[in-house]
């Protein structure tokens, strides 16, 4: 289910997905095909975890990342859910094929 809520999604964001919900900033948003589609992978990564794993291993390897760059859009950019998100969010056949736990590939893949 697609809510259009600028006071939930944080600023510099488009979206934001807290299953079973995807928020987004704008209701212009819902057209963007490859944003629902970023968003609708993470609701795949996140019932893959039960939910509350996922945002627990989101915090952990943001934190790490961010020990390890110095910079919050860097440390972002490269968690490995976000990765997969991104490298897919224009490929519309991607969750119909993507393959059980599939953001693993993206833990030690080169980073951005």
């Given at each position: 289910m697609i809510i259009v809520s600028k006071y939930l999604v944080p600023k510099g964001?488009?979206?934001l997905t807290i299953y079973p919900f995807i928020f987004l900033k704008n209701k212009h948003l819902k057209q963007?095909?490859?944003l629902i589609n970023h968003e609708?992978?993470?609701?795949?990564?996140?019932?893959?975890l039960l939910?509350?794993?996922?945002?627990?291993w989101y915090v952990l390897e943001f934190l790490i990342r961010y020990l390890k760059h110095?910079?919050?859009?860097?440390?972002?950019k490269n968690i490995s859910f976000e990765r997969e998100a991104y490298c897919?969010?224009?490929?519309?056949?991607?969750?119909?094929?993507r393959r059980f736990w599939q953001f693993l590939k993206y833990?030690?893949?080169?980073?951005i």
């Open positions: 964001y488009a979206g963007s095909v490859s609708k992978i993470h609701l795949k990564q996140q019932l893959e939910v509350l794993p996922f945002y627990i110095n910079n919050w859009q860097k440390a972002y897919n969010d224009s490929n519309l056949q991607y969750i119909k094929t833990l030690s893949k080169h980073e």
